[in-house]
């Protein structure tokens, strides 16, 4: 099934990727895990809590040869469902306890608190106020967000990692490379004796990763954010480092990055045309721009179509190319 869905990942000492099949979101093909070392193991991400997942991962490790008790690390790259789901579910598998790394800026996303809550149920109702959304949209869109964090479970007291924290490990040397963009806390992981980057969402093979619209903004540590901003900027941070492999969230691995990397920046400048000329031809609350922009887009979708607008206003916002018409609710910007 995996042989048909990407083609195999190149073998490289002490590192055995673990690309779990992702049917739930197929666009994305798998999510890929990966584990480091064989004596004591590192896990960078857990892969979601799905069905069939921790199978997948343990019938890889006895392929591999690999003792699955001997985890004990895991290293997040970020709150996504996706990436954390499944964490809770493999330390059940081990006897002994495992350190758990994770961004501050994703600690609370992952945490019992947050998660046993009606998610973002304040948050959305506002966005809908913001944004002009109506109520059936809102709905479908509160059903697509709950299902979505049906895949993991929480993790608490994990501890935090910062930019340029180093993990040691059997035969390879972790760096931790601070790149918000898609999300606030989202971190790749680079490996410099075998130039590998571990690229996380960061970076997707035939995808262009969305910056997703910061929410509880209030938990954040920089309160002024802004994801497209942030991403652009990361992107440049990674593109100076020296990379032979790059291996990705999801999909298959990418052996020239500087390329997709080119093909993200076209992307985007287009998408923002795009949206500055919708602005120039209507003024119109946000979720109007949605429509126009992406007019196929389903009900459940439209979070991922809302944070792909407004994080492109914000960048022709701050390059003075739009404004926010008024002081009312919901937002029209137009054009400078």
């Known amino acids: 099934m995996i042989k048909e869905l990407i083609r195999p990942f190149p073998k490289i000492r002490n590192i055995t990727p673990i690309p779990i099949p992702f049917n739930e979101v197929p666009y994305l093909l798998t999510a890929n895990i990966y584990a480091l070392g064989k004596e004591e193991i590192t896990l960078i991400d857990a892969g979601p809590d799905i069905p069939g997942a921790l199978q997948f991962i343990l019938d890889t490790f006895k392929r591999e040869g690999l003792i699955f008790n001997n985890i004990n690390r895991i290293i997040l790259t970020h709150g996504h469902m996706d990436h954390f789901g499944l964490a809770s579910e493999i330390i059940k598998q081990l006897d002994h306890p495992v350190e758990i790394y994770i961004h501050p800026e994703g600690i609370w996303k992952i945490s019992s608190e ?181 007019p196929s887009v389903e009900k459940a979708d439209v979070f991922i179509a809302l944070s792909e607008i407004f994080s492109h206003l914000e960048l022709l916002e701050s390059e003075n190319k739009v404004e926010v018409k008024g002081p009312g609710l919901p937002i029209v910007y137009r054009a400078l």
């Open 114 to 294: 947050f998660l046993k809550n009606e998610i973002w149920a304040d948050e959305l109702d506002q966005l809908k106020r913001m944004a002009g959304i109506p109520d059936d949209v809102l709905n479908a869109m509160k059903r697509g967000i709950r299902k979505y964090y049906s895949i993991a479970k929480p993790i608490d007291d994990p501890k935090a990692m910062e930019d340029g924290h180093i993990f040691k490990g059997e035969g390879y040397s972790l760096r931790v490379v601070f790149t918000p963009g898609h999300d606030p806390g989202l971190c790749c992981l680079y490996e410099p004796e075998q130039q590998i980057l571990f690229s996380s969402d960061h970076i997707i093979k035939n995808l262009t990763p969305k910056p997703i619209l910061a929410m509880s903004r209030e938990r954040m540590r920089d309160k002024n954010y802004r994801g497209l901003i942030a991403y652009l900027k990361s992107l440049d941070r990674v593109s100076k480092l020296d990379v032979r492999y790059l291996f990705p969230g999801h999909g298959e691995y990418i052996d020239d990055m500087q390329p997709v990397i080119g093909m993200y920046r076209r992307l985007y400048a287009e998408r923002m045309e795009q949206v500055l000329n919708e602005v120039r031809k209507n003024e119109v609350p946000v979720y109007n721009l949605v429509r126009n922009v992406f």
